[in-house]
């Protein structure tokens, strides 16, 4: 699975994080979060840990806070 960065402009960017209640079981390597919008239960993944890493001003959501807010 491709977990990719969403660009609503150049400035700002989410980070979509996949919802335990649509992957239950999650994979290797992925930890259990929040969603710091809604609070509801994702993962996050190495990649994701990575891209934070390089770039810290990334938002982070779970899939359906990151489309609402790209879809605005």
């Known amino acids: 699975m491709k977990n990719n960065i969403k660009r609503r ?3 700002k960017r989410v980070l979509c994080l996949p919802m335990v209640s649509n992957i239950p079981s999650g994979c290797e390597g992925w930890k259990k979060t929040a969603c710091p919008v ?3 239960e994702c993962w996050i993944t190495p990649r994701h840990a990575e891209e934070l890493a390089k770039e810290p001003e990334i938002k982070m959501a779970c899939t359906e806070c990151a489309m609402r807010s790209v879809f605005r």
């Open 9 to 11: 402009s150049e400035n």
């Open 38 to 40: 809604c609070g509801r």
